[in-house]
């Protein structure tokens, strides 16, 4: 399954630790277990699956784009 957020994602101020050898791996499976979830409940089922289906569909970029503004500070 595509997957919104990376392991990456997580610098500056909403950095996370990586004190483990498997510090990416750990975060890749919280992303994998709660991501779904979350964004179930944001959009519902249906338009989640959509949005993993058709990422650059223009309203799901703009949505895409919204959950990033603010970590551009």
Known sequence: MSSILA???FVG???V?????D????????IDAY????MNELLGAECY????DSPSDAKYVK???KLYADTNR
């Open 7 to 9: 392991p990456s994602d």
């Open 13 to 15: 101020m909403f950095a």
């Open 17 to 21: 630790s990586r004190a483990f050898n």
């Open 23 to 30: 510090g990416d791996t750990k975060i890749q499976q919280y």
């Open 35 to 38: 991501e779904p979830k979350y």
């Open 49 to 52: 699956a959509d949005f993993i």
């Open 63 to 65: 949505i895409k784009d």
